[in-house]
C-alpha cells in the first residue's frame, strides 16, 4: 500500500486545516488508519486514529478539537484540526494497520504502512 498525504500549511493560531492521506495498491477498508506526528526535536507522538467498526481513539492533546474520519470509497482517511495552536506545528504522517488493537493503537511498530508526512505551522 502506497500512502500520500497531502493538505498541510501555514496558518494562524485558532484556524482549521484538513490532512487527506490517499491510499493506493490496496482495498483501504481492512485497515486502521491513523496520524502521528513530530515537532522538530522531538519524537514521533501518535494524534489519532480510527478503526474500521468507526471507533476513534484521540491523544488527549487534540481531543476535542481535531476529527479523524476515513471515506473508504475513496480509500482516503481525513484529520479535521480546528482550534489549531503553535503546539500543533509538525510534520504529519498518516499510517495503516492490518491489525493495531486499542492497547497498542499508539505505538508506532503496530503500523505497516506509512505515508511521507505533510508539514503543518501554526502560527502566533
Known amino acids: 500500500v502506497q500512502l500520500q498525504a497531502s493538505g498541510g500549511g501555514l496558518v494562524q493560531a485558532g484556524g482549521s486545516l484538513r490532512l487527506s492521506c490517499a491510499a493506493s495498491?490496496?482495498?483501504?477498508?481492512?485497515?486502521?488508519v491513523a496520524w502521528f506526528r513530530q515537532a522538530p526535536g522531538k519524537e514521533r507522538d501518535f494524534v489519532a486514529a480510527?478503526?474500521?467498526?468507526?471507533?476513534?481513539i484521540y491523544a488527549e492533546s487534540v481531543k476535542g478539537r481535531f476529527t479523524i474520519s476515513r471515506d473508504n470509497a475513496k480509500n482516503t482517511g481525513y484529520l479535521q484540526m480546528d482550534s489549531l495552536r503553535p503546539e500543533d506545528t509538525a510534520v504529519y504522517f498518516c499510517?495503516?494497520?492490518?491489525?493495531?488493537?486499542?492497547?497498542?493503537?499508539?505505538?508506532?511498530?503496530?503500523?505497516?504502512?506509512w505515508g511521507q508526512g505533510t508539514q503543518v505551522t501554526v502560527s502566533s
Open positions: 499510517a495503516l494497520s492490518p491489525s493495531v488493537i486499542r492497547s497498542t493503537v499508539a505505538s508506532q511498530s503496530a503500523y505497516a504502512y
Open positions: 480510527y478503526f474500521r467498526n468507526q471507533y476513534a
Open positions: 495498491g490496496r482495498p483501504f477498508n481492512p485497515y486502521t
